[in-house]
C-alpha cells in the first residue's frame, strides 16, 4: 500500500538509498580499517599517519581532541580546511573504527630522521630576490602577529592604527608564540605537528618550511638570529636549524646517562648565555644548548644540568643565571595538579630556594616588575583562581591575589601601571581582572563578550594600548586604552589565540613572554 503512494521518482530514490546502505554495510564487512585509512585518509594524513597536507593522525598529536569530536570532522569535516565529510561514505561503524585506529599507538616505531627534515623542507620563494625593504607603509616595530586558530590563519597588524595589513594561512594547529628575527623582519611559526614556517613580513610571503619533528612543543630563535631551536615530544630530541634556509645543523636526540630518552617540555633562548636551555620532561635534567663558541662551551655541543625535580614550566631571572620552576618530584609520573615552586642554579643545578606556591603555578607565562624598589614575579595558575607575586630578591610569595577563576596568561609593559590576567577556566572564563602594580590589588574586572573565553593581552610598542582576544570562531580582538581601561576598537577574527608585538619581542619586554 505504502509503495502504491509513491510516484516512479520516488521509489527510485527509495531503492538507491536502500542500495547504498547495503553496498556501505557490504564494504563495510569487507574491508579491515587498515584498507579503509588506505583507501580515504592515507593520501593526506599519510600512509604512517605521520601527516601530509592534513595533520598526524597519533594518539599524541590528537591528545587535545576528544574521540567524540574526531568522529564529528571525519563524518562531517572541518569548515575552513581541505578535510571532507565522509558520512555519506562510511558507515557509523566504521567512523567509529577509524576514531579507534587513530587513537592506537602505530605498531611500526614511529621515526623522522635527519634524512626526512631534510626532505621535507620547502623552499617558496628564493629570498635574496626578495625585496630587503617592506612592500607596504607602517611603523615596523609596532607591528603584531595575530595567530588565529579557529581557522589556521595569522593576520599581520598595523598597531598604530589597529588595522589588518595581511591574512595568510598558517599550518594547522599553531602553538606557542611565533619567534621574530631580530631586525623584526622575518617570524618564524611552530606547529603542534613538527613544522617550522618563517614568513617574510616584508613582502608578505611564506618564505620556507621544513617539518622539524613528528609531536613539536615550541621553537626558539638566538639572540643573533641565526639558529633556531626546536623542542620536540616526538621524537625525543632537539632540532637545530639555521634560520636563514631552515636547512638542519643538527638533531640531538635527548639521552642520560641511563640510555633513557625524554620528551622536551619546551625550550627558550638565554640571550645573556648566548644558549638555549631546554626541559626535559621524563627526567630531572635541564639542558643547554650554546649557540655561540664560548669558554668552555663549544657551540651546538649541549650540557646537561642534573636538577632535583623534574621542572614542567619555567621562568628565568633577569642574567638567566637562576631559572624557577614548578617542579615535579622526581619519582613522580606525568603531569600532576599540584606542584611546588623551585629556584635553581643555571650553572650548577642546585637548588637555591623553595618558593610557596602550589596548584599548578603557570610560570611561563609569568611577568616580572619593580615593587617598591625590588623585582617581583607574578604568576597566573592553571588550577586555582589565584595569581602568586613573589620577590625575587627573597623569594618569597609576598601576595596571594585572588581571582575568579584559574588562569592561563598574564601580560604588562613598563610603561603601563597595569598588569592583566584572565579567567581562562570555569564559568568567568569570560571576564579578564586588572591588576594595579603599586597597591597589587585587581582595580578593575571586565567581560567583553559575555559568554566567550576572554584571554591573551599584548601591549602595544609604547604601552599605551592592550590587545585582548575573545577566543571563539566568532572572535574578535579587542584594543583597550591601557590607561583608561576604555575600549577603542574591535576587529572580527577567528579565534585569535595570541598576539605578539615586534618590537616588545625582540627587546625582551619584561611584561611579555620571551
Ligand atoms: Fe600552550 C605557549 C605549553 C596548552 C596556547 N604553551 C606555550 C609554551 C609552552 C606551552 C611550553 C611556550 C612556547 C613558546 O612560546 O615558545 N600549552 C603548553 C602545555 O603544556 C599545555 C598546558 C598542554 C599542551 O597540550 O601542550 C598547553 N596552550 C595550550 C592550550 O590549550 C592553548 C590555550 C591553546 C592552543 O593553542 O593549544 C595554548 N600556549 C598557547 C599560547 C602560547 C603558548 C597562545 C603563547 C603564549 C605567549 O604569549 O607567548
Known sequence: MFFFCLNKKRILFLLTIVFQMLSQASYANKTTVKETYKKHCASCH????????????????????????????IANGRALTQMPAFAKVLSKSQINSLTQFIYQ???????????????????????SKLDNKPIFKADMQNLFIVVEIGDHHATLLDGDKFEPIHRFATRYAVHGG???????????????????????IYNLKTVAEVRAGINTRNAAISFDGKTIAVGNYLPHNIVLLDAN???????????????????????????????????????????????????????????????????????????YSLVIGASRPANSQGRQKNLTGKVISMDSGKLVSDIDISGMPHLGSGIT?????????????????????????????????????????????????????????????????????????IVKTLQPAPGKTAAHIEYTKDGKYALLSIWDMDGALIIYDAETLKEIKRLPMKKPSGKYNVYNKTHYERGTSH
Open 46 to 73: 599519510g600512509e604512517a599517519r605521520l601527516g601530509g597536507i592534513g595533520p598526524a593522525l597519533l594518539p599524541g598529536n590528537l591528545s587535545r581532541i576528544k574521540e567524540a569530536a574526531a568522529k564529528d570532522v
Open 105 to 127: 599507538p602505530p605498531a611500526e616505531k614511529v621515526e623522522w630522521l635527519d634524512k626526512d627534515i631534510s626532505n621535507s623542507r620547502i623552499i617558496h620563494f628564493d629570498q
Open 178 to 200: 611565533p619567534k621574530y628575527s631580530p631586525d623584526g623582519r622575518f617570524v618564524y611559526f611552530a606547529s603542534r605537528d613538527g613544522w617550522i614556517s618563517k614568513f617574510d
Open 245 to 319: 634556509d631552515l636547512s638542519l645543523i643538527k638533531t640531538i636526540s635527548t639521552k642520560n646517562d641511563q640510555g633513557k630518552t625524554s620528551r622536551v617540555s619546551a625550550v627558550y633562548t638565554a640571550p645573556t648565555r648566548g644558549s638555549f636551555v631546554a626541559a626535559m620532561k621524563d627526567f630531572t635534567e635541564i639542558w643547554e644548548i650554546p649557540y655561540l663558541n664560548q669558554k668552555n662551551k663549544k657551540q651546538y655541543q649541549h650540557q646537561r644540568i642534573k636538577t632535583t625535580d623534574y621542572l614542567d614550566d619555567f621562568f628565568f631571572n633577569q642574567d
Open 369 to 441: 616588575w619593580n615593587y617598591q624598589g625590588r623585582e617581583v614575579l607574578a604568576s597566573p595558575n592553571l588550577s586555582r583562581g589565584e595569581v602568586s607575586i613573589i620577590d625575587m630578591k627573597s623569594w618569597k610569595t609576598i601576595k596571594r591575589l585572588k581571582t575568579k577563576g584559574p588562569g592561563f596568561f598574564m601580560r604588562s609593559h613598563d610603561a603601563s601601571r597595569y598588569a592583566w590576567v584572565d579567567v581562562f577556566f570555569g564559568p568567568h572564563k569570560d571576564k579578564i581582572h586588572v591588576i594595579d602594580k603599586h597597591s597589587l590589588e
